[in-house]
């Protein structure tokens, strides 16, 4: 449902850019961006990949900017793309790999206490090779518990990122966010630097230009857009 001021946003907002922007609204006209949003198929599969970065996309504007979309054009998809599948990687494989060596912990102690059914269900995959089994069995039993405790130790669960708000700013992508770690951090600093090299619209090698708007273009989106 579109209300009155919804409409006037709209309003402004197709004319300060020249283009209709569909159902998007913004809060204010983008006076600091160009005002181009990446289209809903994008925007939809994005949002269907990343589901717990993306989970704010339709909350009300009110509570988050993601309610605005992606506030860029077209070609820095696959940036955005790879971005999240890294960042989602990394939090999934710590829980993981906690998950796992837990799992080995827990079997190691029980073996050592003398019920062999988690060895079993951990070796599993080595059930026909009885000299395999031997040889894994003598070194879990052997294993000193205390060192093996300590390197399977659970490192810290990296807190999910929830996107706050992504847009283009003086010519190259803003990735606002929450949660993450120092890791995640530098996988975003590539991500908006490589913005700075990719034409805005359309994805090919760009470079960033003045005049008018500061904006990441190839040369043939340059001819047009500057
Ligand atoms: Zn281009």
């Given at each position: 449902m579109e209300d009155d001021l919804h409409r006037v946003q709209r309003c402004l907002l197709n004319i300060w850019t020249g283009k209709p922007v569909g159902d998007r609204y913004l809060l204010l006209p983008p006076i600091f961006d160009n005002g181009e949003f990446m289209n809903k198929e994008l925007d939809d599969a994005l949002c269907a990949k990343y589901p717990k970065i993306f989970v704010e996309r339709n909350l009300p504007m009110n509570q988050t900017?993601?309610?605005?979309?992606?506030?860029?054009?077209?070609?820095w998809y696959n940036i955005i793309d790879m971005l999240c599948s890294n960042i989602q990687h990394t939090i999934d494989q710590r829980i993981e790999n906690n998950e796992r060596d837990a799992k080995y912990v827990a079997m190691v102690r029980s073996a050592q206490s003398g019920d062999l059914t988690l060895f079993n269900d951990y070796y599993h995959w080595a059930a026909n090779n009885e000299k395999t089994l031997e040889h894994y069995r003598d070194e879990v039993l052997k294993a000193d518990i205390g060192g093996v405790e300590f390197w399977r130790m659970p490192k810290e669960e990296i807190p999910q990122v929830v996107a706050e708000q992504i847009k283009e700013k003086y010519g190259t992508l803003r990735f606002y966010y929450r949660g993450g770690n120092e890791k995640i951090s530098g996988m975003v600093e590539m991500a908006e630097s490589m913005s700075g090299v990719?034409?805005?619209?359309?994805?090919?090698v760009g470079k960033t230009r003045g005049g008018g708007w500061v904006r990441t273009l190839c040369d043939e989106h340059a001819e047009s857009k500057v």
């Open positions: 900017c993601m309610c605005w979309g992606f506030d860029h054009g077209d070609g990719t034409c805005e619209v359309c994805g090919s």
